[in-house]
């Protein structure tokens, strides 16, 4: 016999997490059917204004602060339902929260509690509840998420818990039913909804605050499907014709799926850095009271999937549409992969990148720049004079390109001030750029050497990095134009890095620095003139820098390891390119095995502490390793981070590619500490 629910004007409707979102226009929508209702959150202030509110409006309302992880908690809530009201008749499990972040960068504690909140509240609320619901029969309403079967990367903890909620519902459900008892069981699974969702997650996000991927639904749409399974019994509820959509996709391709999803979805999760409100709620309570979020695009008011799948009579009408629209987007490419157009944009890959290997394991945001480096219509380098070669397109400059394209400012990142001027050299007076950042002195500094294989490029080229690493470490740091080869072949770049250093110690204070906290940094060949400074000075008596940064240098003068073969033919920088520039350097291969550009042969002892960055697609990530190696037998401390899905020059690209940014805060995180500069806020 089909269990029959009371009208809601005749209910006592128990709702958790019902400060916010989808619990607090749960609650306003009961009490204007007529429902009497019982609030919970951890937050007594926001529920006393609420309960003000509603019975303000003529609503019946009782409240109970606690957290649902509590078990005893869940109980007491259930005894204030009672003991106001006479007994309980629907419970609504809404509470939870989500973790923004990748899973291996996630703490386990923040894992633990999630699951606190997100599952276990969904335990100890059920069987608080179930006395009482058994008793006289009732409803009872578990939120889980769209999330509860698919997933989702930057929130696989969160669909995690999801999934957890889902299993517990259908066992719960499955186990009453054997009994008889007189509980409907129903899990309500939203779609992405404008929620103070973003606003009280717990992000791990680099260089991103958490947002929604759209469509995205008024919380009042899901209100009115937990209420209308509050008077019908109903076992499961999508809500959000989207949710529907991505289960088909899921099952007609699950491939396109994840491509999808780590991909398009990746990025639509990434909201700019201070764009969004945050008032986190893993571990405290929120303070915002608010129903809606401030999700900045289009949000839908209704839906005419868990409108229509919410009575049988129209639910196979729909269904069969949906299923039908999937079946065309088949065939059409969206989900078959037919059609490239729809296949780039899901992915993030053309057509004429599978036969390119850099483009294959390049992540998305790498093959965007190295796309727009391909249209501006550069020569192999190695084909040209060094002349020609300068004034060839550079990575710098396709970032430039693919922020105009995208309608961003391609202004500088500002510091607190950038002066040029020349310092004397053994060659000549050396241009230098100093960058100072903002606030009072004195700061530590860094002598940093750009990349170009001591051939090409200049401070223009490398100013993001520069940049970066001032507001990163609250550093001067000093640019050195060092000479260039073959005018200037070995060792007159490596003799303009150790001088630079040398006049940083004795002038330091000249800049607002401070000459007992220096540090050298580089980028490729500049990697390698940093660490090479580091010997100059053991050799010849100076301090020694307290840090040395060197990414992706050059470590090595032979061009036969591992990453040189495997990335013979990489962008933007391949093996004939390396060859090239060695030879202009260096001038003949026993020149290039010389110490001070063949690192892993160097004596290595007695150095300061070591970051190496190197990135996966790069014929020099190889020398990096060995570098490292080396560096940790001589008793050298060292920290190795590797970047998978990016290329030679990233490091620089912090308006373009994520992994530039969380580069640079492990660069600035090992320098800050070695500079015992203060945390960066």
Request: proline share 7%; net charge neutral; charged share 20%.
């Amino acid at each position: 016999m089909r269990l029959k629910l009371k009208p809601l004007k005749q209910q006592v409707i128990v709702i958790t997490g019902a400060d916010s979102g989808i619990g607090l226009a749960t609650a306003r929508m009961a009490v204007r059917k007529g429902a009497r209702v019982v609030l919970t959150s951890r937050n007594p202030r926001a529920l006393s204004a609420i309960a003000a509110e509603l019975r303000a409006a003529g609503g019946q309302v009782a409240w109970h602060a606690c957290d649902v992880a509590d078990t005893a908690a869940m109980r007491d809530l259930a005894e204030v339902a009672v003991n106001a009201f006479g007994g309980i008749d629907t419970w609504v499990n809404n509470a939870g929260v989500s973790i923004y972040g990748e899973i291996e960068r996630t703490p386990v504690n923040d894992v633990r509690r999630l699951f606190e909140t997100n599952y276990f509240g969904v335990v100890n609320g059920s069987l608080a509840a179930l006395p009482h619901l058994r008793r006289h029969g009732g409803a009872l309403i578990n939120v889980g998420s769209v999330l509860s079967t698919a997933a989702m990367p930057l929130q696989g903890h969160y669909a995690a818990s999801k999934h957890a909620v889902k299993g517990f519902t259908d066992a719960l459900r499955q186990e009453l039913g054997h009994h008889g008892a007189p509980v409907a069981v129903t899990l309500i699974r939203p779609a992405a909804i404008d929620t103070p969702y973003t606003e009280h997650a717990h992000s791990h996000l680099e260089g991103a605050d958490p947002d929604v991927p759209p469509p995205v639904y008024s919380p009042r749409v899901v209100a009115r499907a937990i209420l209308d399974c509050a008077r019908r019994p109903q076992r499961e509820v999508l809500v959000g014709g989207a949710a529907r959509q991505m289960e088909i996709m899921q099952e007609i391709s699950p491939r396109a799926y994840d491509a999808y999803v780590s991909s398009v979805a990746w990025e639509q999760q990434r909201a700019e850095p201070g764009s969004k409100r945050r008032n986190e709620a893993l571990y405290a309570p929120s303070i915002s009271g608010n129903e809606r979020g401030d999700y900045g695009g289009h949000v839908m008011r209704t839906s005419a999937y868990t409108r229509t799948a919410q009575h049988p009579l129209q639910s196979l009408m729909t269904v069969g549409a949906i299923a039908a629209g999937a079946w065309l987007l088949s065939r059409s490419g969206v989900l078959g992969r037919v059609d490239d157009a729809v296949r780039t944009r899901l992915t993030g890959r053309s057509p004429s990148d599978e036969g390119d290997a850099t483009m294959a394991r390049a992540n998305r945001q790498m093959r965007h720049v190295l796309r727009h480096l391909e249209s501006m219509g550069g020569k192999p380098i190695e084909t040209l004079t060094p002349e020609e070669a300068r004034r060839q397109p550079t990575p710098a400059e396709a970032v430039v390109a693919l922020l105009r394209k995208h309608g961003k400012s391609t202004e500088p990142e500002p510091v607190g001030r950038v002066v040029e001027r020349t310092i004397p050299g053994p060659g000549g007076d050396i241009p230098v750029r100093i960058y100072t950042p903002e606030g009072r002195g004195p700061f530590p500094v860094i002598v940093y050497t750009h990349g170009g294989g001591w051939v090409i490029a200049t401070n223009d080229t490398y100013d993001s990095s520069a940049r970066a690493l001032t507001n990163a470490t609250d550093a001067i740091v000093v640019s050195v134009e060092y000479r260039k080869a073959p005018e200037n072949r070995f060792p007159a770049a490596h003799q303009d890095a150790f001088a630079a250093y040398h006049w940083v110690l004795q002038n330091a204070a000249e800049l607002g620095g401070d000459a007992e906290r220096v540090a050298v940094a580089g980028e490729s060949a500049g990697g390698n003139l940093a660490l090479a400074t580091a010997i100059l000075a053991r050799d010849n008596g100076l301090p020694l820098p307290l840090h040395v940064l060197a990414v992706y240098p050059i470590a090595s003068g032979r061009t036969d390891s591992p990453s040189y073969l495997e990335n013979a033919d990489a962008k933007p920088l391949n093996r004939p390119m390396m060859q090239w520039f060695l030879n202009h350097y260096a001038g003949s291969s026993d020149k290039a095995l010389h110490p001070l550009i063949s690192l892993v042969d160097a004596d290595l002892r007695g150095l300061p502490p070591v970051t190496i960055i190197n990135a996966e697609i790069d014929p020099l990530r190889s020398d990096g390793e060995r570098l490292a190696e080396g560096l940790r037998a001589a008793g050298v401390p060292v920290i190795h981070h590797m970047h998978n899905g990016v290329t030679h020059e990233f490091f620089g690209m912090g308006a373009v590619v994520g992994d530039a940014n969380k580069a640079v805060k492990q660069a600035a995180h090992n320098l800050r500490a070695a500079l015992k500069a203060p945390a960066h806020v």
